[in-house]
């Protein structure tokens, strides 16, 4: 061997190829589990943020239901007040018409009687 180059024997060499092969495959396989690892975690957040989502919208959508009954119940209260009410103005209405139906009665009778009674040739 000549100028001072250290020789490494053929089998060294390639024991030390297989070595690096080696720690390329497990280096390969510990990233793919890491990758794994991350693809899992990421799921796991989502299906928990879906669940979390789910839950609030069914919070939400019972709040809301609360209260449209609250008001359905405070607005059929207030339909019975509404119902009287209308029941008032319409008998102030009938009444006030059977006042004007007596007050122009005699005068609505006699132009019919005047009008029956004229022969016209």
Known sequence: MGSGALAIPSGMAANRGQNGIQQLLAAEQEAQHIVNAARNAKTARLKQAKEEAEREIAQFRAQIEANFQRKLK??????????????????????????????????????LLKHVTTVKN
Do not use: P
Not at 99 to 109: D, T
């Open 74 to 111: 405070e607005g059929s209260g207030d339909s019975g007040a509404n119902v009287k009410r209308l029941e008032q103005e319409t008998e102030a209405k009938i009444h006030h018409l059977k006042n004007e139906a007596e007050r122009i009665s005699h005068h609505v009778v006699h132009m």
